[in-house]
């Protein structure tokens, strides 16, 4: 399948050029940003070295999607999607941290209890809790925001304040932000049979000074997704959760000797596997949309993505 891994687009106006894990960032005039979701797969923040055909697009469209959702709530940087791939918002100024929100012990927060953690990110971890049972509120676990290629790190409230990486009048916005997102993502995900089990979001400052939600929101990658008929019943029987996220793809990473550590070398992933993949992706964005999933023309993907661009700026000036 054709799919989008890089892109090396030379936009009017553009000022300069910013490559993440997932997504690329093109700025406008300093004004604008054009945020292209490729198809690049990344887990333990190491990006693996196939693409995932339609990927960029379900990212993108279940964001934008929530964005449209939660902007009654929130603020967000979102102005229009020209393209399937492709979202466009005000340029902001990124705060350095990831607001990570947790309603279940899963994921990282259930490695970290496995190894007798009882602290995470300053929050003190209730006794007797088993993989993926809730927690009695939802926990905040901030991570500072990595580079590419260089692994998020977990950090405390205090740890953020003391060295100003956020001021705490910002910092108590970040917080209210994230708990209300984090409830209307969950009220939305039960309206589907689903449980919202963690997420993080990103938030980042305009030019007048005002803090909005930026990057994305409840797309697979940034969030954990539990069915939630049998939920109960699986706990109680000790069986893993049934779950929408791309936790399986980090289990087949672990299967095959891949956890992101030196010296470790990412196993091969077939053209099966990557299909496999791409189908779980679709099975996410039906799940989460409670809508079939629509393919793009992918032909000329890089292409449709240039002139659908190129088509908005110029509608702009």
Request: aromatic share 10%; net charge negative.
């Amino acid at each position: 399948m054709n799919t989008i891994t890089t892109t090396n687009f030379n936009f009017p106006n553009q000022k300069s050029f910013y490559k993440g894990k997932v997504r690329e960032v093109y700025n406008i005039n300093d004004e604008l940003l054009v945020m292209i979701a490729t198809d690049r797969l990344s887990a333990f923040d190491v990006v693996m070295p196939k693409g995932i055909p339609y990927k960029g697009q379900i990212l993108n469209q279940i964001a934008t999607n929530f964005m449209a959702q939660t902007q009654d709530l929130v603020p967000n940087w979102l102005i229009a999607t020209p393209d399937p791939n492709v979202a466009v918002g005000h340029l902001c100024e990124p705060f350095k941290v990831e607001m990570v929100i947790r309603g279940y012990m899963a994921g990282h927060a259930a490695r970290e209890y496995k190894l007798g953690k009882r602290m995470l990110c300053g929050v003190t971890l209730p006794e007797g809790m088993k993989e993926n049972d809730k927690f009695p509120d939802p926990i905040i676990t901030p991570a500072t925001k990595a580079e590419m290629g260089d692994h998020d790190e977990d950090i405390s409230r205090e740890e953020i304040l003391k060295r100003s990486i956020v001021n705490e009048a910002d910092y108590l916005v970040l917080e209210d932000y994230t708990r209300k997102l984090f409830q209307r993502g969950s009220e939305i995900a039960a309206s589907r049979g689903l449980i919202l089990v963690d997420t993080k979001y990103e938030f980042g400052k305009t030019k007048d000074g005002k803090i909005v939600l930026i990057d994305e929101i409840h797309t697979p990658d940034s969030s954990r997704y539990f069915y939630a008929k049998g939920y109960q019943d699986r706990q109680d029987n000790g069986e893993s959760q049934k779950q929408l996220s791309k936790e399986f793809v980090r289990q087949w990473l672990i299967s095959n000797g891949f956890q992101g550590q030196e010296g470790q070398v990412v196993p091969d992933m077939s053209d099966d596997y990557i299909k496999t993949v791409s189908d779980r992706y679709i099975e996410l964005y039906e799940n989460i949309m409670g809508e079939p999933f629509v393919k793009a023309d992918v032909s000329q993907i890089q292409q449709r993505i240039k002139n659908n661009v190129e088509r908005f700026l110029e509608a702009r000036i």
